[in-house]
């Protein structure tokens, strides 16, 4: 299946095909209403944690190194991710917000990459069998004819 997930800043402005509006952002952008963005939700579990957050900022540690550490958390805390995968598939598509400038350099683009893998991957799952066929009509106990 195919989903539609895209990335915008919070000065864009809403269009029809954006689904929900989701700002994932851990802080509230200063100066903005809610009503301003045109937001459906605010969620902030599935943004960096604020120590990582703290440390890309001020430069301690590398574009690179943060992407890891922003993945290995996605990772660790899979669960960070269904009310975004829900939003999905409940609405058609996904627009995550930000209020960072530099779209390409926000966490969003990695955000995004683990929720196509994780939707994907639950697909995937839905297309096995939840159980093995019944063959119980197999097991029959050679001293009960």
Not at 92 to 118: M, N, Q, V, Y
Request: proline share 10%; net charge negative; aromatic share 6%.
């Amino acid at each position: 299946m195919s989903y539609h997930i895209e990335i915008k800043g919070i000065a864009q402005p809403a269009e029809p095909h954006d689904g929900a509006r989701v700002l994932v952002d851990r802080l509230w952008p200063r100066g903005r209403s809610r009503e301003a963005l045109s937001l459906d939700d605010w969620y902030r579990d599935a943004s960096p944690s604020p120590a990582l957050r703290r440390q890309y900022q001020q430069a301690e540690i590398s574009p690179t190194v943060f992407a890891v550490r922003y993945r290995g958390e996605l990772r660790d805390h899979p669960e960070r991710l269904l009310p975004l995968m829900r939003q999905v598939r409940q609405r058609g598509g996904l627009t995550l917000l930000t209020a960072e400038r530099d779209l390409d350099a926000s966490p969003l683009p990695i955000l995004k990459e683990w929720l196509l893998f994780a939707l994907r991957e639950e697909d995937a799952a839905d297309t096995e069998p939840a159980s093995p066929p019944c063959f119980a009509h197999e097991l029959r106990d050679d001293r009960n004819p």
